[in-house]
């Protein structure tokens, strides 16, 4: 588990281990432990936000994103 900081806030995130697929996911947590958005990058074809019909703040996405490529 790792701590994400954007502007004055602090989010956890967590590589997902029950997950099915050739690739990595990436969850970001919200303040109550429930995962807010993940990002899916897979071995092959593109990278997935899933927001889970919620508003999530750009920079926040990007900023995980970086996270998700570096672990590609």
Do not use: C, H
Not at 36 to 42: H, R
Not at 45 to 59: H, K, L, Q, S
């Amino acid at each position: 588990m790792g701590t994400l900081a954007l502007n004055d806030s602090l989010f956890e995130y967590q590589w997902a281990s029950d997950v099915e697929f050739d690739g990595i996911r990436l969850e970001v947590l919200a303040e109550n432990g429930e995962t807010l958005f993940d990002i899916s990058v897979p071995e092959l074809g593109p990278t997935m936000v899933n927001t889970f019909a919620r508003e999530v703040e750009a920079d926040l996405i990007v900023a995980a994103l970086a996270i998700a490529q570096q672990r590609k």
